[in-house]
């Protein structure tokens, strides 16, 4: 079973930013395609953003296009969210993922994931 460690989140006004970062425990990310998801109160898992292992390509989810910008650092195995502009709508708790997918079938199908870890929170407030 893969295992991440998620950081990076907390509590910050609407049009702030965040950069959230996933860690892997005990395996190599670089082999992996890689995701981004969210859960809100009451809500399914979204997928946030994904990126391959291959050649770097992205998927974004259209709430997110030109805010969010997924990154990969092999060298130290994390990958990493920037969000940027934040809104209200943003707030959930962030999970990474990661299995052998394109981006756009990860991001899209969530129920892929077998298991989720603890997350991190991000709180868009006021």
């Known amino acids: 079973q893969l295992q991440f460690v998620e950081s990076g989140g907390g509590l910050v006004q609407p049009g702030g930013s965040l950069r959230l970062s996933c860690a892997a425990s005990g395996f190599t990310l670089n082999y992996y395609t890689v995701g981004w998801f969210r859960q809100a109160p009451g809500k399914e898992h979204e997928g946030v953003s994904c990126?391959?292992?291959?050649?770097?390509?992205?998927y974004y989810a259209d709430s997110v296009k030109g805010r969010f910008t997924i990154s990969r650092d092999n060298a130290k195995n994390v990958v990493y969210l920037q969000m940027n502009s934040l809104k209200p709508e943003d707030t959930a708790t962030y999970y990474c993922?990661?299995?052998?997918?394109?981006?756009?079938?990860?991001?899209?199908?969530?129920?892929?994931?077998?298991?989720w870890g603890q997350g991190t929170q991000v709180t868009v407030s006021s």
């Open positions: 990126i391959s292992s291959s050649d770097g390509s992205t």
């Open positions: 993922a990661a299995r052998s997918s394109t981006p756009q079938t990860m991001c899209l199908v969530p129920s892929l994931i077998d298991s």
